[in-house]
């Protein structure tokens, strides 16, 4: 029907009138064909489908891209060494006194060893060989104390009280054949040229100094790596 109108019409109305009806024509087909060149913008500008894809907010692994690494899992090392309990500390303090005190009485055993051997020069013999005794007596009471510790807590506890006994026992025998020497030359006779030569102190001297230096020395292997690990002293075997 358009087109029979169209031709009635002189030539010159019909160009007039097909430019005017072309121009809202393109105007309603090129939304329908591109819809996305009419879509706004999110920042005035262009469209986001205008440009290639759109940036992603993940890192990229091969272009170094600033997104945060996940968190690790699991629980982070640590090079802090585990502490002793309180109780486990005090056990082992409780040790290390008794081998404090067997020390003290070592140094009265060795001033009255001294003295007797230069014949009571200094406080006499009858001191020493009283000091000699007190000290055998002593220690013969500090083993038992070992004894009677609690050491559950404490790494190589029972093998600790076993040893510490022994070199307690062994020393107080010691001491004892050291008072008997000192007792022995308190005759009025006492000669430093021949003091020594005596049996007793040839005892004490002898195979009975060795085994308690021998038990002495087995505790302190044993007992200085683990005095380390509670700050407590190390010792030496001539020292207690």
């Known amino acids: ?32 064909t591109h819809p996305w060149s009419y879509l706004p913008s999110d920042d ?14 993940a890192s990229d692994p091969a272009g170094g891209g600033s997104a945060e690494e996940p968190p690790p899992t699991g629980t982070p090392a640590t090079s802090t060494a ?34 007797a051997s230069a014949c009571g020069a200094a406080q006499g013999l009858d001191q020493d060989a ?9 220690r013969s009471s500090l ?12 790494t190589r506890g029972l093998d600790l009280k076993v040893l510490l006994q022994e070199a307690l026992r062994l020393s ?6 050291f008072a008997d020497w000192a007792a022995a030359v308190d005759d009025g006779s006492c000669s430093a ?3 020594t030569d005596q049996a007793d102190y040839l005892l004490a001297t002898g195979e009975a100094n060795e085994a308690a230096a021998t038990a002495k020395q087995d505790f302190v292997d044993a007992w200085n790596p683990i005095a380390e690990t509670y700050a407590l002293r190390s010792w030496r075997a001539d020292q207690f």
Do not use: C, F, W
């Open 193 to 195: 040229s021949s003091v």
């Open 1 to 32: 029907m358009h087109d029979e109108i169209l031709r009635t019409l002189a030539p010159p109305v019909r160009k007039t009138l097909v430019r005017v009806l072309a121009v809202p024509l393109v105007l309603l087909l090129v939304p329908a």
């Open 130 to 138: 009283s000091a000699l005794r007190g000290a055998a007596e002593a």
């Open 82 to 115: 585990p502490t002793a309990s309180a109780e486990e500390a005090a056990q082992a303090g409780a040790l290390d006194e008794i081998v404090e005190k067997s020390a003290d009485y070592r140094t009265s055993v060795q001033t009255a060893v001294d003295d």
């Open 143 to 154: 083993a038992s104390d070992v004894n009677a510790l609690t050491l559950d807590q404490v």
């Open 172 to 177: 107080a025998t010691v001491d004892n054949h």
């Open 44 to 57: 005035g500008g262009e469209s986001p489908y205008s440009a290639g894809a759109p940036e992603s907010s």
